[in-house]
Structure formats: structure tokens, C-alpha cells
């Protein structure tokens, strides 16, 4: 496993993470793929207040050592006093003191930035959260949050990034390159359809998986972490695929590897596109990719 560093801190993380969106089906096989992805290196697990998995990362962590744990507070809980409520459910729920990456886990325009972010700045203080982090923000709400965040700084920015879905590379990815804030990739793996087959896509990961003697979501994964300040967050169930992402990391794909990736063309469509913003309009798709019917504000 590489590492990078996590923005401008000095700490560093795993390329590969560990995501848990939609765990909950098997909880006693999904621990155990968890301790197989920490045993690998994989030792940041990502989690959200709305997954609802975080109890079953507080199993897997129990007795592990060095994990980071990033979690999210949903864009509901926007207010101050919801967002430290949030947090304090998230630390009772993953049986920890600290959570090391706290995440705004959409836009929300109805609630102003700087009030979440006065109390996130005031978790930090308490010592409740490390670090601060954002997810799906584009440039100007990043731009947003950074003016309003004062004694922090944003170290992370969670977005969906993938050989599929590369709406980033129009200048969130840019915008976080010069700012030194990581990208974390989630879906990097299309939610499991580079696998579709009998696709163009399909057939041209082939190719370069057999080239390499890898697999495809080794190829995917491998192609973002090559990527400064990228790091990618896959969720795998089973000790097998848990594994296999755990060694994406040591082979290099070459200009006609990247050449016939930038050649993909696929029907996929982002969660980020049907979602810009945490609207009363979108909140109801926001809840049913989330699998749930909560009442958002
Ligand atoms: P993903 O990681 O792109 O794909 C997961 C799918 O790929 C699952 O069906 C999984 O199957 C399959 N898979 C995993 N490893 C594989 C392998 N080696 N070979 C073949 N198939 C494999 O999708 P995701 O869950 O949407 O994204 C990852 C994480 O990002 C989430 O879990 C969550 O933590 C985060 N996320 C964040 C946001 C946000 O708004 N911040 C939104 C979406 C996701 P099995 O489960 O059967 O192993």
C-alpha cells in the first residue's frame, strides 16, 4: 500500500480506503473484509451518519490499531447545534473518542457555511474531530467554506471520481491540486459496473487488465491513485475483492493504458449529476440513493 499525504497536514493515509455505503446485508462477513482491508494497509474506512453502518465500523475497529476514520454529518444537520448533535452520535456509534476526518457530506445552500462551520471548528477544539473535510463541493463552495472555515484548514474533498465519471477533471481537480486539498474518490469503481460486459468499456479495461495480469477494478483503482493528491475509497463486501483492491498499487499503466482509458465511452450516469445541490428538490433523490425516506429540510 502507498500513502499520501492528507492535505497540508502532515499526516499521511492510504491511497486506498475503505468504503462502507450499502454495508449492512451480511454485518458479521462485512467486519471480517473490513479487518482483511486493514490487515492489507487499508486503514482509512469511510463511513457517514447516513449509511448507517457506522456500529458495524465500530465493530471492525474495535481492537485495530491506526486506523483513521472518516465519517460524514448529513447536510440536514447543517445547523450548529445539529451538526455537534451529529457528531456525537457518529463517536457513541463508532465507539471512539476522535473521529480523524469529519465531512460535510453535501452543499446544503439553506443553511449558511459559516455556521457549520463554526461548529465543526469548535469539534476540533473539543477534540472531538482532527480534521476537517467537505464532499461534492465544486470550486466556488469550496471557495465558500475556506473563507469560512478560520483557525482550519479543509483537508479533503470527497467526490465522485472514476474511469467513468470524471466530471472533476473540469476543475474541481485542478482547484484541489493548487490548494494541496486531496481528492477522495468515491464510486472509483462505478458502483460495481466496469463490469458490465459486452460493453466498449468493458472489453478496453480487459485489455488493459490482461496486459498488466491484473483485474479491471485494479486497473481502475490504480489509474486514480497515479493521480496527485487522489486517493480512492472502493467498498468490496468480500475478503476476495477487499484483497484484490488492497494490491492496486504496484504496477504502472503506460501512455497507451491512459490512451485507451481516455477513449472510454459509457452510459454511466454520476450520483454528483443528479445531485448538484442539496436542494428541497433534490433531497428526495438524495434520500433514495441513500436507501432511506428520512424527512430532509
Ligand atoms: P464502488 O466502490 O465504486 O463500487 C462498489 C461495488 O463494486 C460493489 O458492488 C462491490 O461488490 C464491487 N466491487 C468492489 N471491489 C470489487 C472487485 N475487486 N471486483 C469486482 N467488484 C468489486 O461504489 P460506492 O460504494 O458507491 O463507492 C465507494 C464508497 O464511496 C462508498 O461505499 C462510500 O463510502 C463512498 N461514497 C460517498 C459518497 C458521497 O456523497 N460522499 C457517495 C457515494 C459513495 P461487493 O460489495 O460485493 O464486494
Not at 15 to 42: C, F, Q, V, Y
Not at 78 to 96: K, M
Not at 126 to 145: M, Q, S, T, W, Y
Not at 275 to 288: D, I, Q
Request: aromatic share 8%.
Amino acid at each position: 500500500m502507498i500513502s499520501k499525504q492528507l492535505g497540508k497536514t502532515g499526516i499521511t493515509v492510504p491511497a486506498i480506503g475503505i468504503g462502507t455505503w450499502k454495508l449492512g446485508i451480511n454485518p458479521e462477513d462485512e467486519i471480517k473484509a473490513i479487518k482483511d482491508g486493514i490487515s492489507h494497509g487499508m486503514t482509512l474506512i469511510d463511513t457517514a451518519e447516513m449509511y448507517h453502518t457506522e456500529t458495524i465500523v465500530g465493530q471492525a475497529i474495535r481492537s485495530e490499531k491506526g486506523v483513521f476514520v472518516a465519517t460524514k454529518v448529513s447536510p440536514n444537520h447543517f445547523g450548529y447545534e445539529d451538526v455537534i448533535s451529529a457528531c456525537n452520535r457518529s463517536l457513541q456509534n463508532l465507539g471512539i473518542k476522535t473521529i480523524d476526518l469529519y465531512q460535510l457530506h453535501w452543499p446544503n445552500p439553506n443553511i449558511p457555511i459559516a455556521q457549520t462551520m463554526r461548529a465543526m471548528e469548535q469539534l476540533v477544539k473539543e477534540g472531538k474531530i482532527r480534521h476537517i473535510g467537505v464532499c461534492n463541493f465544486d470550486v466556488d463552495e469550496l471557495k465558500e467554506a475556506q473563507e469560512a472555515t478560520k483557525s482550519n484548514e479543509i483537508v479533503s474533498n470527497q467526490v465522485e471520481y472514476s474511469v467513468f465519471a470524471r466530471d472533476i477533471e473540469e476543475g474541481v481537480l485542478q482547484y484541489c491540486n493548487k490548494q494541496k486539498i486531496t481528492i477522495i474518490a468515491y464510486s472509483p469503481l462505478a458502483r460495481g459496473e466496469l463490469y458490465n460486459e459486452g460493453t466498449d468499456a468493458f472489453d478496453i479495461l480487459g485489455k488493459i487488465a490482461k496486459r498488466h495480469k491484473r483485474t479491471i477494478s485494479q486497473v481502475a483503482l490504480n489509474w486514480l491513485i497515479s493521480k496527485p493528491y487522489v486517493i480512492a475509497i472502493p467498498k468490496a463486501a468480500s475478503h476476495q475483492h477487499m484483497v484484490e483492491n488492497a494490491n492496486s498499487c504496484d504496477f504502472k499503466l503506460s501512455k497507451e493504458d491512459l490512451d485507451d482509458i481516455d477513449s472510454i465511452k459509457t452510459n454511466f450516469r454520476p450520483v454528483s449529476s443528479r445531485l448538484n445541490k442539496f436542494t428541497k428538490s433534490t433531497s428526495s433523490v438524495w434520500a433514495n440513493l441513500m436507501d432511506k425516506s428520512e424527512n430532509f429540510r
